[in-house]
């Protein structure tokens, strides 16, 4: 007896193999091994290490297998013929083993084991595989590649059964690389080949592969090619591996290593591992082998030195599986769960009841695959025969709990015995029929999953029933399940099972109302998680289920947001350069996405994260990494800031906000569009279009995504994720296009005000801004945008008014007056002209398009008159109408171009007749006519504001005084960031920051190539004018040829005039993309050039001297000889025409003479050099601008409107004046500047392209354009729901449907049959044969007519009796009344005989799993359990519990199960009362063996020693006390069923095991058992007792008296789950009955603070109560002669 102990916490669930210095379960369970050379194996095969890879360098070190290390012969009369033969590496022919060659205990033969182990007596002495064995390092390991199944490699791993959990977790998460799985799936089942119908196996393996990829789950099986195994990996054959998922299904097969066939060729004599380990599947399977499936990805095989043993996978599988449970999903750090884990029962015999029994000891879920036989068919059975019995109690507060008691009927219990017996035999009868009612002691644990021949069986169902079961084992934690099912990412299942009747938003109220505060914070912390993980349709589904946006966005859990993204994103590299380049050293804060958001939109955009100082000055590494300050919802706010806008101290504000309930401040006004921009950053299309359909200005929102996708797609060298970015833009862009349609179509005058209304949110920019910026030249064609443009650009004239009207008052201004009309002059006429011009829209349109947009309030109102010009006054002054005249973009754009013409006339009448040495007056006009050209440039370079600029100096100017009349004490409600009562200043640094804005202002200059163009000929004219005045001759001529130049540029600049018209202005974008071709052309040919034209000329001029005159005649040669210019005459040219003498050609007076073989080399090299460039690389740029004319030509419209918004927005902010008059304008700026007032001039005049509503009608435009865009994107949806692609897909489903039921219709003829043809054959009994719906309903209605007649007649039948004394009754009425009383006595006493068998068979000591701990008992046979019954294999696990070893003051001090037998001798007296520890050591039953100093339970084995969680060894005494009494009914009278009185007893509801017990407990050293009786049953049952003190001492004299009266019922040893080998309970029983009801009814039952609940409880065989309680409840009821 001589035992090692395990160290093992009955009480932490944490508990794993590595806790324990020798393994439990290599005693419970005989495990298998393959064992090479018995050598020491930590030198085998010791190549030098720098050779391996860390996956082999790791798994050398950290797995161990194990070998034997003691040959002891197993005896003769083993029925060795049945072993396999065993395939020894290098030692004989493989399957063929010696006849005479011994085999020992462990499985292995001789051969196997080494030389120099020491050998044991055959037969004689006892092996065991704690001290027969050893852990070295593992010879298999590696990747495997199955023969014939492919060439995919799978990883393998021999490892001991005692390894560590940690390490195998490692070797899982680390080395193999496998992901966290948010779900376990363990496969239980049958272990050899059964057959399952083809429709169930196609849904099995269906839903089996749709749970596990929609998950991410990893599904553990036994890993071997048979039974349940095969069904897996031909699951994942048929339905994984062919996904389209990127998400591989991870399958793990967990076998024994002893029981693999063809093994051998998983090892390694080296310990190197193989890569791969080439592995076949033979024809032929051996005894007690199997062979690996070939469709599982990873396999770990446990050894325990042992070969041919199955089992020995079972506990090492249970601590894995267990060890996963600990691990986390990745959903965020506070919306994560546990992994959790859920048993599928698949077939299965005996093994796969105690497997599903242990799971629901654990509160583990199980689901049940009825119809694929054995135990899954027996469990299904007991599931949907027995009922859910609610049963009301008391918890430790006095508050009624409902809590389900499962209840079987004796027949349904007759029925299982005997399906039982029918499938497994008689064998362990009692223990299988117990196994399968306690597993459904918990119903919320249980699940089936039902396919049947009409019933509800589809692809979907089997996956849903493993997600129920887990969201049902969790019904009462709402938000856990919705974790769950964020981390399974099942949609469906959170809508189905969690968002159901308003019921989670029911259980939010009712947990706020009553004490939980935190449901918002973890709805918030969901919903991180949901946007971490781009879950779309989580976010949408919360944010439609309570999830306010202001509330949750916070600046913490943004910053969270913008620090979550993963490193090798684009974003993340973006902004870690812009974080490294603001110094932040750690994490990313909003400035820095501030400064990104600027740098993709444009300079003129300014995000609000750089204005703010609240957010400038925010300490980030303090609110992520520091304990967030609860203040104003700003936590993390750099010391200082919340006192300077309050102006008091931190701590007093602080305290008033925390003390104050209302007071709620949001971080942020518009949070949808935060999350919006991030969402757009990350590139989630499908979460910015969530956000964007919830937020504000969707027009706007639309602009600044497509911008910003655009802007992101040009910086990233990734082609794939460029295009995706391309199209996500054009997306957003179509998407904007939509919305202002739909708004233009609704109310013209209100989409324009959409279009130039200033964008608070946005950067303080305009729709119209964003687009131009963005280079969204579609978007600006629209008509909308073109029409505001007409309005424009014609300032306040009419549009009515023709172009030949306009160009006549150009040059004859008189008639201004009668020929030109102006905006307001007579609305009627305007009306009909806008009629005429086709710009508003028929009332009959409008009223249909209001139809469609039925929630869109369109009415008639007046508008701003800063926005409308139709509202100015009808009669206009004779100065008005001047000045309007004269400052329309359309007159001063005529001027200009007038102005250009004359001045280009001058410069060409200059240059022609007036350029001598004399300066003339026309000369001098020019300068200064060029000069005020120049300023025009200058002021456009100083005058390029951005929006910023502008809108900060006119806000500073707005609200100057503003600051000086708040109250720096104000209300804290007006302190919000972006709220709409707050002001904010920009930061006096960036106001100041005169280096930035001149930068933008230059680069926003030098964007438009015009500017470069007008840049280039001011600066060339410089030039020429420098060279005019130097008084040169030859400077003079210098001169002219550079003002040539000059004039022919300014004649270029001409060009830009033509952007106006319709038809030349897609020209000139057709000149630019055409001299972008030439450019790359240009590059292409001059390698051409240049190679012809050194080699002609090296042959026809050889060692010529190296000049500038040389490089000229080489390239003028192979240049001009593009243009037909071929230089024949040069070629062919011979003396006397020139000569070959150095010193005649290099004074010039001849021509030098070509080399003699040039006249023949050069006019063949010609010829292919004209061929190549003449007609291959001319016709190839004739290609280039054929192709870039036509995709311009299909954009004509796009170009055209997108240039006349520059050349409208360029004359629209000119000088009224054109030169050289427009130096008076600029003069006039001039002046305002120097007195300061110019930008306050400039920005508070009204300005077409840019307003500023009141905060009234802002909002009304808002709502405006949000309902349209939310009509807009309902109609989109359903247009979507209409697609072709959906009708296919809901046709597709409607046909499978339709073959669906086909199947089954034949599946229903081919079960059932018809008269005339073959003989049916039977049914197997296991087969559950379901009938159609129909046929189903009307059997139930005949059946219930029936029974309703049959009521009828036994009513006629005993008025007839009454009446007449000598009627009979019927005899076929008797008889079947008699058989069904016989039937159902006969299966009540089955029942008792049940219990009664069960303790004797000391049934609830012998259970798999030892409680509160993860030791597994040996298992013990029912016909092995009596000590008188031989039983050599029986190897009892040793286990204390830790907190029995601390030694506590109800425990014995001393440890016998740790000494040597001859050391116990004495130590404790057994059999006799023990005077030292004041503990009766004697038992009821007698006196007990004591062997080797231990003593020994008289009820016979449990397959565990020690004492395990019990104090004492032998006999524990403890007491139950049974209370009973009458059950009544309302008016006081006992209710009687099958004429006996129904008893009622209390019982209490225990937390470890969640069943029913009575009261009962332990008595304490020197404790009366009639003590401990009333102990412990004040202390669970009655709690509190009552409150009223009179009333109490009363009860507790009537309860005295109840109490002496107690009768005693049972004394003996109780069955009992904590029982061992070496101690065991042992109770006295005793009945206090209350006859009369009056002790027992004045006080209510409380739960005691040990128990969960106390109730009274209806007695009756069908209850399930812990221990042998339901057997002394049974005598009871005998003694009472109640109903049981």
């Known amino acids: 007896m001589d035992k090692k102990v395990t160290k093992v916490s009955p009480a932490d669930p944490m508990d794993t193999i590595e806790n324990m210095e020798s393994p439990s379960h290599g005693k419970s369970l005989i495990s298998l091994h393959y064992n090479e050379e018995a050598v020491d194996a930590e030198n085998v095969g010791a190549a030098p290490v720098e050779t391996m890879t860390y996956q082999q360098r790791w798994i050398r070190d950290n797995i161990k297998m194990r070998v034997c290390t003691k040959f002891v012969e197993k005896p003769t009369n083993v029925n060795s013929d049945l072993l396999p033969p065993v395939r020894v590496p290098g030692k004989g022919l493989p399957g063929i083993q010696s006849e005479a060659e011994p085999i020992c205990r462990c499985g292995y033969p001789r051969s196997t084991h080494g030389q120099s182990l020491s050998s044991g007596t055959s037969g004689m002495e006892d092996w065991k595989v704690d001290t027969h064995t050893k852990a070295t390092r593992t010879n298999a390991f590696g990747t495997v590649e199955f023969l014939g199944f492919g060439e995919n490699e799978r990883n393998y791993v021999r490892v001991d059964v005692d390894t560590k959990m940690k390490d195998m977790m490692e070797l899982m998460m680390d080395v193999w690389g496998l992901e966290k799985p948010n779900l376990l799936i363990s496969v239980t089942g049958g272990a050899k080949n059964f057959t399952m119908k083809q429709k169930l196996k196609e849904e099995f393996r269906r839903g089996l592969m749709k749970v596990a990829?929609?998950?991410?789950?990893?599904?553990?099986?036994?890993?071997?090619?048979?039974?349940?195994?095969?069904?897996?990996?031909?699951?994942?054959?048929?339905?994984?591996?062919?996904?389209?998922?990127?998400?591989?299904?991870?399958?793990?097969?967990?076998?024994?290593?002893?029981?693999?066939?063809?093994?051998e060729d998983l090892t390694d004599s080296e310990c190197r591992g193989k890569w791969p380990a080439s592995y076949r599947l033979g024809k032929k399977q051996r005894p007690k082998e199997s062979f690996l499936d070939p469709n599982h990805t990873h396999f770990v095989l446990v050894d325990n030195g042992t070969q041919h043993q199955f089992g020995v996978e079972i506990p090492f599988r249970a601590w894995m599986e267990n060890s996963i449970a600990n691990m986390k999903t990745n959903t965020g750090k506070n919306a994560s769960v546990y992994v959790p884990v859920v048993l599928l029962v698949l077939e299965g015999g005996p093994g796969t009841l105690e497997t599903a029994h242990q799971a629901v000891a654990n509160n583990t879920p199980?689901?049940?695959?009825?119809?694929?036989?054995?135990?899954?068919?027996?469990?299904?059975?007991?599931?949907?025969?027995?009922?859910?019995?609610?049963?009301?109690?008391?918890?430790?507060?006095?508050?009624?709990?409902?809590?389900?008691?499962?209840?079987?009927?004796?027949?349904?219990?007759?029925?299982?015995?005997?399906?039982?017996?029918?499938?497994?035999?008689?064998?362990?009868?009692?223990?299988?029929?117990?196994?399968?009612?306690?597993?459904?002691?918990?119903?919320?644990?249980?699940?089936?999953?039902?396919?049947?021949?009409?019933?509800?069986?589809?692809?979907?169902?089997?996956?849903?029933?493993?997600?129920?079961?887990?969201?049902?084992?969790?019904?009462?934690?709402?938000?856990?399940?919705l974790k769950l099912a964020l981390a399974w990412n099942r949609i469906d299942i959170a809508k189905s099972e969690i968002f159901t009747d308003d019921r989670f938003i029911q259980y939010k109220e009712g947990v706020n109302r009553h004490r939980n505060k935190d449901v918002p914070s973890m709805l918030f912390e969901i919903m991180q998680s949901a946007l971490i993980l781009n879950r779309v349709t989580f976010v949408e589904l919360l944010m439609d289920n309570g999830v306010n946006l202001k509330d949750f966005l916070t600046k913490k859990r943004l910053l969270k947001l913008y620090n979550h993204i993963n490193k090798n994103t684009q974003l993340y590299q973006l902004l870690d350069k812009i974080r490294r380049k603001n110094g932040n050293e750690k994490y990313i804060s909003l400035v820095d996405v501030g400064c990104l958001i600027q740098d993709l939109i444009g300079d003129f955009y300014t995000p609000w994260y750089l204005l703010d100082p609240k957010v400038r000055d925010l300490d980030v590494e303090y609110l992520l990494d520091g304990v967030s300050a609860k203040c104003m919802g700003m936590p993390g706010i750099k010391k200082g800031i919340l006192s300077m806008a309050t102006g008091q101290k931190q701590e007093t504000v602080e305290n008033e906000l925390l003390t104050s309930d209302e007071y709620q401040v949001p971080d942020f006004d518009n949070p949808f569009q935060e999350l919006f921009l991030w969402a757009v950053l990350l590139n989630r299309q499908e979460m910015a279009k969530i956000l964007w359909k919830g937020g504000k200005d969707a027009t706007a929102a639309a602009l600044v995504a497509s911008g910003m996708l655009n802007s992101l797609s040009r910086q990233t060298d990734d082609t794939e994720l460029a295009k995706k970015l391309k199209e996500n833009s054009q997306e957003f862009s179509n998407l904007a296009i939509a919305v202002l349609n739909e708004c233009y179509d609704v109310e013209e005058k209100k989409a324009q005000n959409l279009l130039i209304r200033e964008l608070e949110h946005w950067g303080a920019a305009t729709c119209v801004l964003l687009a131009v910026e963005s280079n969204n030249k579609k978007f600006i064609s629209q008509t909308a945008c073109q029409t505001l443009l007409n309005n424009v650009w014609m300032g306040h004239l009419s549009l009515d008014n023709q172009l030949l009207q306009l160009l006549l008052c150009v040059f004859i201004p008189p008639l201004i007056f009668p020929v030109i009309k102006f905006k307001g002059d007579s609305d009627q006429d305007g009306i009909e002209n806008l009629q005429e011009k086709g710009v508003l829209r028929d009332k009959k349109r409008k009223l249909e398009k209001q139809k469609t947009l039925s929630s869109i309030p369109v009415k008639e109102e007046k508008e701003d008159p800063q926005v409308d010009y139709e509202s100015k006054p009808s009669n206009l002054s004779f100065w008005k109408k001047l000045y309007y005249f004269y400052t329309a973009p359309v007159i001063i754009f005529a001027h200009n171009v007038l102005s250009y013409v004359i001045f280009l006339g001058l410069y060409s009448y200059i240059l022609l007749v007036k350029f001598n040495k004399d300066v003339s007056n026309e000369e001098i006009i020019l300068i200064i006519w060029v000069f005020s050209i120049f300023a025009e440039e200058v002021r456009q370079l100083l005058s390029q504001y951005s929006i910023y600029e502008r809108i900060t100096i006119y806000r500073t100017s707005t609200n100057q005084n503003a600051s000086h009349i708040i109250n720096p004490s104000a209300s804290n409600n007006t302190q919000s960031f972006r709220g709409k009562n707050h002001s904010f200043h920009p930061p006096q640094k960036m106001q100041s920051s005169s280096t930035k804005n001149f930068n933008t202002k230059l680069h926003s200059y030098i964007t438009d190539p015009w500017n470069i163009v007008d840049v280039a000929t001011i600066f060339i004219f410089v030039m020429g004018i420098v060279l005019r005045f130097l008084r040169f001759d030859s400077t003079l001529e210098a001169a002219r040829c550079v003002m040539a130049l000059n004039l022919v540029i300014f004649f270029f600049r001409i060009l830009h005039i033509f952007s106006v018209h319709k038809q030349l202005g897609p020209k000139l974008v057709m000149i630019g993309r055409m001299l972008k071709d030439l450019l790359y052309f240009i590059i292409i040919l001059m390698v051409f050039v240049v190679s012809y034209s050194i080699a002609a000329y090296s042959v026809m001029y050889p060692n010529s001297e190296l000049s500038i005159v040389l490089v000229y005649n080489v390239m003028r040669l192979g240049y001009w000889n593009l243009y037909g210019e071929l230089f024949l005459e040069d070629i062919e040219r011979e003396e006397p025409d020139c000569s070959f003498d150095d010193s005649v050609y290099s004074n010039g007076s001849l021509p030098r003479c070509p080399s003699a073989v040039s006249r023949y080399a050069v006019p063949i090299l010609m010829g292919f050099y004209v061929l190549f460039c003449n007609i291959l690389l001319l016709n190839l740029l004739i290609a280039m601008f054929s192709n870039t004319y036509q995709i311009v030509q299909e954009n004509t419209d796009q170009y055209w409107c997108f240039q006349r918004y520059r050349l409208i927005y360029e004359y629209y902010t000119r000088p009224t004046l054109a030169p050289p008059l427009i130096l008076i304008s600029h003069m006039a700026l001039f002046i305002r500047w120097i007195f300061g007032k110019c930008s306050f001039c400039l920005s508070s005049q009204p300005s077409d392209l840019i307003k500023r509503f009141s905060s009234d009608k802002a909002r009304e435009l808002v709502q405006w354009e949000n309902m349209i865009a939310d009509a807009f994107m309902n109609r989109l949806e359903l247009e979507e729901k209409k697609n072709i692609e959906n009708r296919v897909i809901n046709t597709q489903e409607s046909i499978h449907e339709l073959f669906f039921k086909l199947d089954e219709l034949q599946d229903l003829q081919a079960t059932s049959g018809s008269s005339g043809q073959a003989p049916i054959s039977k049914a197997p009994v296991n087969q559950v044969v379901r009938m159609p719906p129909q046929m189903d309903k009307r059997l139930l209605a005949l059946e219930e007519q029936m029974q309703q007649s049959t009521v009828a007649l036994n009513w006629i039948m005993k008025i007839l009796q009454e009446q007449e004394k000598n009627t009979r009754v019927a005899p076929m009425l008797e008889d079947k009344r008699e058989n069904e009383k016989q039937k159902k006595e006969k299966d009540k006493a089955l029942v008792k005989n049940t219990v009664e068998e069960r303790k004797r068979l000391n049934?609830?000591?012998?259970?798999?799993?030892?409680?509160?701990?993860?030791?597994?008992?040996?298992?013990?046979?029912?016909?092995?359990?009596?000590?008188?019954?031989?039983?050599?294999?029986?190897?009892?696990?040793?286990?204390?519990?830790?907190?029995?070893?601390?030694?506590?003051?109800?425990?014995?001090?001393?440890?016998?199960?740790?000494?040597?037998?001859?050391?116990?001798?004495?130590?404790?007296?057994?059999?006799?009362?023990?005077?030292?520890?004041?503990?009766?050591?004697?038992?009821?039953?007698?006196?007990?063996?004591?062997?080797?100093?231990?003593?020994?339970?008289?009820?016979?084995?449990?397959?565990?020693?020690?004492?395990?969680?019990?104090?004492?060894?032998?006999?524990?005494?403890?007491?139950?006390?049974?209370?009973?009494?009458?059950?009544?009914?309302?008016?006081?009278?006992?209710?009687?069923?099958?004429?006996?009185?129904?008893?009622?007893?209390?019982?209490?509801?225990?937390?470890?095991?969640?069943?029913?017990?009575?009261?009962?407990?332990?008595?304490?050293?020197?404790?009366?058992?009639s003590q401990c009786l009333k102990a412990e049953f004040t202390e669970e049952a009655l709690g509190s007792l009552v409150e009223d003190s009179n009333m109490e001492e009363k009860i507790k004299s009537d309860l005295k008296i109840m109490m002496e009266e107690g009768e005693e019922i049972y004394k003996g040893i109780c069955d009992d789950p904590r029982n061992t080998d070496n101690s065991w309970l042992e109770t006295v029983v005793f009945n206090y009955h209350d006859d009369t009801g009056k002790v027992l009814h004045p006080f209510l039952l409380r739960a005691g603070e040990t128990v969960e609940a106390a109730s009274w409880l209806e007695v009756s065989s069908s209850l399930m109560l812990h221990s042998s309680h339901l057997y002394y409840v049974q005598l009871v009821a005998e003694k009472l002669n109640a109903f049981f």
């Open 213 to 263: 990829r929609s998950t991410g789950a990893w599904i553990i099986t036994g890993g071997t090619n048979a039974g349940v195994m095969k069904h897996v990996g031909e699951a994942v054959r048929d339905y994984g591996l062919v996904s389209a998922s990127t998400n591989p299904i991870i399958v793990i097969g967990v076998a024994t290593w002893g029981c693999i066939q063809n093994k």
């Open 366 to 481: 199980i689901v049940i695959v009825q119809g694929s036989g054995r135990a899954a068919d027996i469990l299904a059975y007991a599931y949907q025969n027995s009922i859910g019995e609610e049963i009301g109690a008391t918890d430790q507060e006095g508050k009624t709990k409902k809590i389900t008691q499962t209840i079987f009927d004796a027949s349904v219990e007759a029925e299982i015995r005997n399906q039982v017996e029918e499938n497994f035999g008689k064998k362990n009868l009692v223990r299988h029929c117990e196994m399968v009612k306690e597993t459904l002691k918990n119903r919320d644990l249980v699940t089936v999953f039902e396919f049947s021949i009409g019933g509800r069986g589809s692809s979907k169902d089997i996956d849903r029933a493993i997600l129920q079961a887990l969201l049902r084992a969790n019904k009462d934690q709402i938000f856990d399940q």
């Open 1403 to 1569: 049934y609830k000591a012998r259970l798999p799993c030892y409680p509160q701990s993860l030791i597994n008992r040996f298992p013990v046979p029912d016909h092995k359990v009596s000590w008188e019954i031989p039983f050599p294999e029986y190897d009892p696990v040793i286990y204390e519990a830790p907190e029995v070893k601390e030694h506590p003051y109800w425990a014995d001090t001393i440890d016998l199960i740790f000494m040597k037998p001859e050391e116990r001798i004495g130590k404790i007296k057994f059999n006799e009362y023990d005077d030292l520890n004041k503990v009766n050591r004697k038992s009821y039953v007698g006196t007990y063996q004591v062997q080797d100093g231990l003593p020994l339970n008289p009820t016979g084995r449990t397959g565990l020693i020690g004492r395990g969680l019990l104090g004492r060894y032998g006999p524990n005494h403890c007491g139950d006390p049974i209370v009973t009494r009458w059950k009544r009914d309302d008016i006081g009278k006992v209710v009687m069923k099958e004429g006996k009185k129904v008893l009622e007893f209390v019982a209490i509801f225990r937390k470890d095991n969640k069943l029913w017990s009575i009261p009962g407990g332990m008595c304490e050293p020197g404790q009366k058992v």
